[in-house]
Structures are given as structure tokens and as C-alpha cells.
């Protein structure tokens, strides 16, 4: 499976983006799909995660409240909206995916692709 994350850009503080990552491969469908981030200077960090059939989502308390993970099986494609932005929000998100057996998961090493990232900038 191969990702390819999109929907970056700049915005201002209080503003929202929606970012994609796009799949390819047959196997989506089956997969659970997470957003993680790394900001300058920090270590990659958990975002939020879907499971296969988008019954199951998990949230960092950072976002939580703030941002919305969900997924299109039929456009092989899950959606990360992100609203009132913050500048700490700044950060190149990265999503993944894996089979995680139907379950959901904030630990980067259960998931087994993992999309070139897209940069998000939230200015104050």
C-alpha cells in the first residue's frame, strides 16, 4: 500500500485545514489508518487514529474536540479536519496505516506504511 498525504498549507491561528492521504492497494479497506505529527525540534507524535470501518476513532488530548479523523473505503482515502488551529499545531503530519487486526492504535510500530507527510504552519 502506498499514501499520499495532502491538504497542508499555511493559515492563521483559529483557522481549519483538511488534510487527505490517499491509498493505493486493495487492502485499505481492511487497514486501520492514523495521523501522526512532528513538529520542529520534537519527536513524531500521535494524532488520532480510525479503525476499518470508521466505528472506532481515537484522539490525542491535544486535539481532542478540535480535530476529526474519518474515511471514504470507496475513495480509498481518510480525511484528518483540523479546526481552531493553534500555533503548537505546527508540524508535518504523516499518515499510516496497518492491519492492527481491527483495532486502533497510537503506537507508530504497529502501523506498516506510512505516507511522505505534508506540512501544516499555524501562525499567531
Known amino acids: 500500500v502506498q499514501l499520499q498525504a495532502s491538504g497542508g498549507g499555511l493559515v492563521q491561528a483559529g483557522g481549519s485545514l483538511r488534510l487527505s492521504c490517499a491509498a493505493s492497494?486493495?487492502?485499505?479497506?481492511?487497514?486501520?489508518m492514523g495521523w501522526f505529527r512532528q513538529a520542529p525540534g520534537k519527536e513524531r507524535e500521535f494524532v488520532a487514529a480510525?479503525?476499518?470501518?470508521?466505528?472506532?476513532?481515537d484522539y490525542a488530548d491535544s486535539v481532542k474536540g478540535r480535530f476529526t479523523i474519518s474515511r471514504d473505503n470507496a475513495k480509498n482515502t481518510v480525511y484528518l479536519q483540523m479546526n481552531s488551529l493553534k500555533p503548537d499545531d505546527t508540524a508535518v503530519y504523516y499518515c499510516?496505516?496497518?492491519?492492527?487486526?481491527?483495532?486502533?492504535?497510537?503506537?507508530?510500530?504497529?502501523?506498516?506504511?506510512w505516507g511522505q507527510g505534508t506540512e501544516v504552519t499555524v501562525s499567531s
Open positions: 499510516a496505516g496497518g492491519s492492527l487486526a481491527g483495532r486502533i492504535s497510537r503506537i507508530q510500530a504497529r502501523y506498516n506504511y
Open positions: 492497494g486493495r487492502t485499505f479497506s481492511t487497514a486501520a
Open positions: 480510525i479503525n476499518w470501518s470508521g466505528g472506532s476513532t
